[in-house]
Structure formats: structure tokens, C-alpha cells
């Protein structure tokens, strides 16, 4: 064999070799690739939330009932209000630059008459004293105009008569005789816008 004939048998069996070669790596499954198994972790659950607390309206409007829980944080808010020493402890919006409602002249008005003996005097005065303190607390101004007795045992004379009024008023206080004891009362209450007189001697 010549040489010629040897390379040309070397060239061949090399290109074989690589057609086997290739043949076979086109026909291999792949390789398989790797999986990486994580989970996924699973979302938190929501905190859960409180229940928003429902903003607290106050009454502001003249007329307005108060619930006694709210009487305190009215009045620190400026809002007047009476609160009756004979009612449930709820309380009323009061204007306190107009005349009162004709439920609070009226609760005045359950001390009116004159008081025929000391037990009537008595029971008179602790009831304008309530209602007058009642007054005092809500700032509220208002005079009554009530006869003065003079008590000897179990009787009553009426010597006179005074006007007293709540501590919006200045605690305004004229005795004397009914004519002049009402004009002192008008003469303050038109100087002071607000000021409501009740009259208990009629």
C-alpha cells in the first residue's frame, strides 16, 4: 500500500469515528436537570383589627336632651346645660343668652304660693334651693321673687319679700317690698340679657 493510500484509509476511518461520534451524541436523552423541591411558605393570616370606636356627638343645640354620661365633656366643651334635681340625671341644652324653657320656669314654679306656717316655709326654701343650685351648676341666670315669712313656732308671717337669684347672677339678692324688690329684678335682668325672673307670689 502505498502512502497515499494510507492517509486516504487514516482520513477515513477518522471521519467514521467522528460520524459515530456525533450520531451518538445527537441520539443520548438529555441529562436530567436537577429540581430544586422548596415551598413556598404560605402568607401570613391579617392581624386582626379592632372595631373603631364611634365618635361620641355631644348636643349642642338648645332643647337638646344630654345623656348623663355626657354631661361632663358638654359643659367642659362650653355647652350649657341644666341638669333637674327632681329628673332621671339626663340634661337639656339651655340658650343662656335667652329667656329659660317653659320647663325649667315651670319647675320654678313648683315652690310658687305663699307658705301659710313654718313646715310650708321650710319645704319652700329646700326646694328653690335645689332647683337654684341646679341652676348654679348649669350657669344659667334666673331670679325668684318669693315672700319672706317671719316663723314663730309653727306659724308663718309674711313680712316681706326678696328676690334671690342663681350664681350667674351674681347671687343677686333685694328685700323689701314687692313693688320695689320686682323693679330691682327687671332693672338687672335688662342690664343682663338671659336673666329670666319667675315670680312665686302670685
Known amino acids: 500500500m502505498t502512502t497515499a493510500s494510507r492517509v486516504t484509509a ?32 404560605e402568607p401570613a ?9 364611634p365618635e361620641v356627638v355631644i348636643p349642642t343645640e338648645p332643647g337638646d ?24 340625671g339626663n340634661g337639656i341644652v339651655v340658650d343662656p ?9 315651670a319647675e320654678v314654679e313648683t315652690v310658687e304660693g305663699m307658705p301659710q306656717n313654718a313646715t310650708q316655709h321650710a319645704e319652700h326654701l329646700g326646694l328653690l334651693g ?14 325668684a321673687i318669693i315672700g319672706f315669712a317671719e316663723v314663730t313656732g309653727n306659724s308663718a308671717e309674711i313680712t316681706g319679700y326678696v328676690a334671690v337669684g342663681s350664681a350667674a347672677t351674681g347671687k343677686f339678692t333685694v328685700r323689701g317690698a314687692k313693688g320695689e324688690v320686682l323693679a330691682a329684678a327687671q332693672a338687672h335682668a335688662a342690664a343682663n340679657p338671659g336673666t329670666t325672673i319667675v315670680d312665686l307670689t302670685d
Open 10 to 41: 487514516a482520513a477515513l476511518c477518522l471521519t467514521a469515528v467522528l460520524g459515530v461520534s456525533s450520531c451518538s451524541s445527537a441520539d443520548a436523552p438529555p441529562e436530567p436537570t436537577a429540581t430544586t423541591n422548596s415551598t413556598q411558605p
Open 45 to 53: 393570616a391579617p392581624e386582626p383589627t379592632e372595631p373603631a370606636t
Open 65 to 88: 336632651l344630654v345623656p348623663a354620661d355626657q354631661i361632663d365633656a358638654a359643659r367642659e366643651a362650653g355647652v350649657t346645660v341644666y341638669v333637674s334635681p327632681n329628673g332621671d
Open 97 to 105: 343668652d335667652a329667656t329659660l324653657p317653659e320647663e325649667l320656669i
Open 130 to 143: 335645689d332647683v337654684l343650685d341646679a341652676h348654679d351648676d348649669a350657669g344659667t341666670q334666673v331670679i
